[in-house]
């Protein structure tokens, strides 16, 4: 069996250019469409793919991952 370490997605999103999620790390880096990209921690697997298949990605940001986990400004990972 496979498993996924790295997962990065390039999103059409108004806020949002591409995640990037790190399984091992427990990670999950957002670039914005401003340029700014961000490594939020102990972001659980389930929210990840919460976003990933959100209807709208901005608003599922906003309500579950924005102020709710640890990030610092981070090199963007490819």
Same mark, same amino acid.
């Given at each position: ?22 399984? *091992?790390?427990?990670?999950? @880096? ?7 990209? #961000?490594? +939020?921690?102990?972001? !659980? $697997?389930? &929210? ?6 959100? *209807?709208?990605?901005?608003? @599922? ?7 709710? #986990?640890? +990030?610092?400004?981070? !090199? $963007?990972? &490819?």
């Amino acid at each position: 069996m496979n498993k996924i370490v790295k997962e990065k997605i390039d999103v059409r999103s108004s806020a949002i250019v591409s995640i990037v999620y790190s399984c *091992d790390q427990k990670e999950m @880096y957002v670039m914005f469409i401003s340029g700014a990209e #961000y490594k +939020y921690k102990d972001v !659980e $697997y389930d &929210v990840f793919l919460g976003l990933k298949y959100s *209807d709208s990605m901005g608003k @599922y940001f906003n309500r579950v991952i924005k102020d709710k #986990y640890d +990030y610092e400004v981070s !090199e $963007y990972v &490819v």
